[in-house]
Structure formats: C-alpha cells, structure tokens
C-alpha cells in the first residue's frame, strides 16, 4: 500500500522487543499457574474430607522420629490408669500399634495399666501379659504368675513367674511365695517350707510389704518355723500399722483427714473410752481394718490388680461363697476368708481354720487378723452355743 509520501508498509511485521517478548511469557505462565491450582482444588473436592483438612504435609507425627515416639509412649504407659489408655493408642494406626508393642514401652507399664477384669479376659490379653512380662515388666510377671498359678491351675509356670517377679524385688511376689511355702500350696501337706517361708517374709517385710511384715510378727510371736520371741512380734505388728497408717496418709493427704494427728497423740484415752461406751467392742465395717483401734475411720487399702482378678474371677465361678465351683477337682476346695485375697485352695483343709467358730478360714496369719478387724469379729461365735445340748446346760445352770 502507497501512501502520500510515497512510503509502503511492509509486508512483515517489525520484531517484536525484548520487553514485550518477557511480557507475553509471564502472561502465559501465569494463566498455567492459575490453571494448576484450580486443577488441584478440583482434586481436593473430589478426595475426603478428612484428607482435604489435613493435608500431607500438616502431618507432623509422620515426620517424628522412632526414638521420640517411644519416649512419650513409655511416659503413657507408667502413668496409665486403665488399660484402656494404652490399648486406645494402639489402635489408632499400625505405626502406633507396632510402636506400643516395643519392649522399652511394655517394660514401664504400670500395675493399674495391666489390671484387666475376668469378663475382658482373651488370649490377646494373655499375650499382652506375656509380653510384658518378657520385656522385664516385674509387676506383669507377678500378675500373670497368680493367675496361672491360682486360676488356671499351672502350678510350675506361676510359680516360676513369680519367682522371675521377686528377683526383681517385687514385695507382693515374695509374700505370695512365702504364703505358697507357708501351706504347701500346689503340692501335699508335706511340701511346707515354714523356715522358707519365714525367709521370704522377713525380705518382703524389709521392702516395706505391711502384709508380710505382719505375718512375719505372728511367727515370732507364735513361734512358727522361727524361734520364738513375743516382743519382737509385738515390735514388728506395732510397725505394720505405722506403715498402714503412713500408706493411707501418702495416697489420700492430710486434707482429707486432717484429725488424724490429734486422734493419734490420744489414742490411748480414746481408745479407753471406746470401751467404757461401747462395752460390746464393735469396730466399723467401713473402716480400716487395723487403725479401727486408734478410732481412725481410714478407707480399706486399694487391692492390687492380681488379688482383685482373682476376687472376681471365683465370685463369677461362685457367687455364694464358701466352696468352689461344680467341676471336679474344685469340689470341698475353699477361699481365703479376706474379702482382699481371692487366694483359693490347692488341695483340701489346706488353710486354717478359726479355732473360735469353725465358719472361716484364711490362707495365712495376716490375712486372719486383717478380715478380723474388718468384719469377723462382730459375727464370730463359739461352736459350742450352736450345739444341740448347749442350750439346755445354759439354762440349768
């Protein structure tokens, strides 16, 4: 084309700057930047909610180490009040559930987190135990001993379980033994061991176990499997309700009982007084078996979870009490007395009996004197009033 001046537009056109040639790709790679993110919100739509919240790179428990992991699962399970709150976690993902299994993790669990009730009883419970009790969790190979050992009648492998327990200087494992040794328990009336017996005892006394520091006072009072020595007995029964008391003062406060101090620097007085009023000697149920005689209303001791399996598992087996169930080698077999023991016979009049009533028995001294304080000693009678000529001679005389 020819203008006025006689110039011609050319035919191609000019090339284009620098300037604009950056111009035109920053266009395009905005509008593909543009067309990406709304791809990905496309995709985020179309994915789960629960993905679409939490992306993959907001998971920071997925970016922590093993070791860390394992240091906050070992702190749950020492201060677990349920096995529920160990077993919550393992379910949560498999990276948890394999973690929770670690001996590290197993080895802190506490006694409450391995207090499993009968009705919850499975093998998958029994291989939790098991496995504790392989990590060298003390407190799972005495619990798991009992139950072999008194529930399902596997005399060697609990007693071996416990014997693993007090090696490690479990209180509870020597004092069941020493009550084992005491009465022969899976073996016959010649299998007693009363110098052995004594022996576990005076070292789960010196471990600071109120239970054997008690039996251990009977012994040296009554002579039994060691020499005896009465002030000595009366020393250490003296002891076991000091600790008693100091137990009770630890767990609950002095907030909650704030009387305890003045009760005790009078018990004396009190304790007078208590008779001069109540001339038939009548304790409280509710209160503390032993510290009833200072007038100190103090709650039972918390059972361990080993002594409340075996409670529950032969009160579901026999909810009336007295002998066991209806299978064969259980007939004519009895529980201690001790709504706190849950120990059962292993062959028959294997525990003592009261001398007084006949009607209870117990597996061992302490727990005699503690059901005694608690309970039998506002229902024990002597067998002679409840013979057929014993009424008849009372009242000629």
């Known amino acids: 084309m020819q203008t006025r001046r006689g110039f011609c537009y050319p035919s191609d056109p000019p090339p284009l700057s620098v300037a604009g040639k950056r111009s035109r790709e920053e266009d395009g790679d905005a509008a593909g930047v543009a067309n990406k993110r709304q791809r990905q919100k496309q995709r985020q739509k179309q994915r789960p909610m629960a993905v679409a919240v939490v992306g993959e790179k907001d998971d920071f428990m997925d970016g922590l180490p093993d070791d860390i992991v394992i240091t906050i699962l070992c702190k749950l399970s020492k201060t677990a009040s349920r096995p529920s709150d160990l077993i919550n976690v393992a379910i949560t993902c498999k990276r948890f559930k394999g973690l929770v299994m670690n001996p590290l993790v197993l080895a802190k669990a506490s006694p409450a987190c391995l207090a499993f009730r009968p009705s919850n009883w499975s093998e998958s419970t029994h291989r939790f135990l098991k496995l504790c009790s392989d990590a060298g969790n003390i407190d799972a190979s005495y619990t798991l001993g009992m139950i072999r050992f008194y529930c399902f009648q596997n005399r060697g492998a609990g007693a071996s379980l416990m014997a693993k327990a007090a090696m490690g200087s479990h209180a509870s494992a020597l004092y069941s033994l020493a009550v084992i040794q005491f009465n022969g328990s899976g073996g016959s009336k010649n299998d007693k061991d009363l110098r052995a017996g004594v022996a576990l005892c005076a070292r789960a006394a010196f471990l600071g176990h109120v239970d054997a520091l008690r039996e251990l006072g009977h012994c040296l009072q009554d002579g039994y499997g060691v020499r005896q020595n009465v002030a000595e007995g009366r020393r250490f029964l003296i002891q076991a309700n000091a600790r008693e008391l100091a137990t009770v003062l630890y767990t609950d406060g002095e907030k909650r009982h704030p009387k305890i101090k003045s009760v005790l620097s009078h018990h004396h007085h009190h304790h007078r007084h208590r ?91 302490a727990c005699q004197a503690l059901d005694w304080k608690l309970r039998h000693k506002l229902k024990c009678t002597p067998l002679e009033r409840w013979l057929p000529g014993a009424a008849g001679a009372g009242a000629g005389e």
């Open 275 to 365: 008779h001069r009023t109540n001339g038939s000697g009548s304790a409280s149920a509710s209160g503390f078996p032993l510290m009833s005689d200072f007038g100190c209303p103090l709650p039972s001791p918390e059972l361990h979870p080993a002594n409340r399996f075996l409670v529950d598992w032969f009160s579901s087996r026999n909810p009336g009490g007295g002998e066991l169930g209806s299978e064969e080698e259980d007939v004519g077999l009895r529980l201690c007395s001790h709504v706190g023991c849950g120990r059962p016979e292993t062959r028959k009049h294997e525990f003592r009996r009261c001398s007084v009533c006949g009607a209870v028995n117990y597996c061992s001294r």
